[in-house]
């Protein structure tokens, strides 16, 4: 069983999300926290395809929310999503290859919410305390950057209503 971990952390004293690069699907560069600051930003970390079921029961109440914003309420949302598939020791060439058969098959809306890192992410995930690669890890940062909720594993209601209510809108 997956079990959600939460992190109560006041802003005074939330980590800072480490420092990374890397492009979108759609091709623009990102730079991590420094071009995330200003707005809410959710990160969801995936480490391996058998963290593929459990992303997956994330993406629909995710892009509902906050990309497509269905839900009555849901335009006030101004919020940053992205979704970091981790390669860690992958080739150049099979990463260049999965951003190929990605821009092929996925829906362009989602293209701006797909950040490949321009690096390896090894210091970054270690850093955030990840340390089950078989389940997702979302983090959800203020505005400033900082860390101020965490989930991995699998969807889960009460999950996602916690992190709309932490968004200020």
């Not at 321009?118 to 850093?127: C, H």
């Not at 078989?134 to 209601?157: S, T, V």
Request: net charge negative.
């Amino acid at each position: 069983m997956i079990l959600l971990l939460f992190l109560s952390t006041g802003l005074s004293s939330a980590q800072v999300i480490p420092s990374f690069s890397g492009e979108t699907a759609d091709r623009k560069s990102f730079h991590v926290p420094s071009d995330i600051k200003g707005k809410y930003t959710i990160l969801c970390f995936a480490m391996s395809r058998k963290a593929e079921p459990a992303l997956e029961t994330w993406l629909e109440p995710i892009y509902n929310t906050f990309i497509a914003k269905t839900g009555l309420m849901d335009d006030l949302y101004d919020v940053h999503v992205f979704f970091i598939p981790v390669f860690g020791n992958a080739g150049a060439t099979f990463k260049e290859t999965f951003k190929k058969k990605f821009r092929e098959t996925a829906q362009e809306d989602l293209w701006p919410h797909i950040l490949f890192s321009n690096g390896n992410l090894d210091e970054v995930i270690r850093s955030l305390g990840i340390g089950n690669s078989d389940a997702p890890c979302f983090f959800l940062l203020n505005k400033d950057g900082k860390i101020i909720y965490r989930a991995q594993g699998a969807y889960n209601e009460d999950a996602m209503d916690h992190l709309e209510d932490l968004i200020e809108i």
